[in-house]
């Protein structure tokens, strides 16, 4: 198992005394203890990590009338020199705790160390170096006109903090999803108000300590922790004192919180769920494609949004890249997250493998061939008690069943073949999830041909989960509304005002 990350004065033990770090809230620059505490399990042995304080509604409302102070204060009128200054202290921060950090997201998640360490943290501490390298460089629109009488007319666009945000994030890349718009929103000079999953508090926690060494001023960013309905998530985003809600998670959830926006026409922005397909051609580089669908269908035990769970193989080459995907597949490592040359720890949770399980049942019931896993490894060690799944390749499934439709956020991918270019153009586009899609082909003009026309937010060629932080990011339909990325997230968390002046 880990070693216990969360050894620091602010996860000191209340309740029990001898070992259990109890995990509170932030608010206006404190640390601060609620009445009721939920439990944080260990995916991979089920073990207890550590209490976590749950914020009731009081507790979310001083956190967000503390965002609205420290709004009103000095930090909108800071300068970017500072507020970029301030977001390379964080990112100086976590790169100084960088096995704190790692050490956080393994014990919540059971992910393999070495992928909190090159994805997980690192992407959180570049999340946020790049937004306080864009501020430094960003510029705004100038239009020059002539007004009727002939006078000339200049217009320009300035950004202005929208205020407090509203941050609700996932368990599945916890710091890499939270540091997201975290950074953005204080980088455009706002106060935030983040609540993070109820399974993957720690990193969470770890970052507001971070914050708070390095000086941000009281209010500006505060820490909530607790569930979704009924809890932090709800009093959060129902506050009519919030400006604007930046939620990743589940299109049902998004789905609530829009209502909840709606009362206020507040903004939203909103990364939501997929179900990726990933399409290879016959011409694709053979070894490479292989290689790739192993990558999105199971990295993180398939528990991306933007993991490929429906694979489509061009017939002449399906029998075969069946065959080879199934072959790396039982060749991947599934162990302790800590395990030399470990590929895949377990789900995130209990509840979320009976989700996946149920999904496994279900795949059978429709009919589908199990090419291979559907079921639970057995270890003979304490990783029996984990939520640990079978990565899993099925066939013969219909583009109707509800295995090919319904997103099951697990490492499990359903390979069909096709014929033509125009028919698996149809079949990827036959959803109601947009997010990404992945084309494999050496041929240079139908991979632009194909890539333009998926109905997606995000298409890769020959790669896949490649980012570039300046990029637009976000899906169509189910899978979310508006782009971050760049000058996308410079635009969502600014309130954008046009100053016309007449010369
Ligand atoms: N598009 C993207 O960029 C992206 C990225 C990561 C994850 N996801 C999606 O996230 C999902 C997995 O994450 P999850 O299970 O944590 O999602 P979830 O929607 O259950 O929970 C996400 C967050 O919302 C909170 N929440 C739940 N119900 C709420 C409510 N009624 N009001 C306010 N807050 C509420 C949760 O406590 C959690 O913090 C998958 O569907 C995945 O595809 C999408
Ligand atoms: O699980 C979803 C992954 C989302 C990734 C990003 O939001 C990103 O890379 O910025």
New binding site residues.
Partial sequence: MASNPLSSPHAASAQDAVSTPLLRCFIDGAWVETARTFDNINPVNGRLISRVCEADRDTVNAAISAANRAAKGGWRGTSVTERAALLHRIADGIEQRFDDFVAAEVADTGRPVHQARTLDVARGIANFRTFADLIKTASSEMFESTAPDGAKILNYVVRKPLGTIGI??????PLL?LTWKVAPALAMGNCVVA?????TPSSATLLAEVIQAAGLPNGVFNLIH????D????F???SPHIDAIT????????S??MK?AAEGVKEVS?????KNAAVVFADADFDAAVAGVLRSSFTNSG????CSERVYVERSIFDRFVAALKDRTEQLRIDFPQAEGVDMGPLVSHA?RDKVLSYYRLAREEGAIIVTGGGVPVFGDERDQGAYAQPTIITGLSDTARCTRE?I?GPICHIAPFDTEDEVIARVNDSPYG?AACVWTTHLSRAHRVAAQFETGIVWVNTWFTRDLRTP???TKL??MGREGGRYSMDFYSEISNICIRL
């Fill in positions: 609700i994030s996932p368990w599945n890349l999803l609540k993070p999953s109820e399974e607790g569930f979704g309905p809890s932090a998530g709800q959060l985003s129902t939620f990743t998670g589940e299109s049902r959830t998004g609530t919180i909840a909103f990364e939501l769920g997929g528990q991306v949004c933007l979320h997103e956020f997010l990011f976000g899906g899978s979310g």
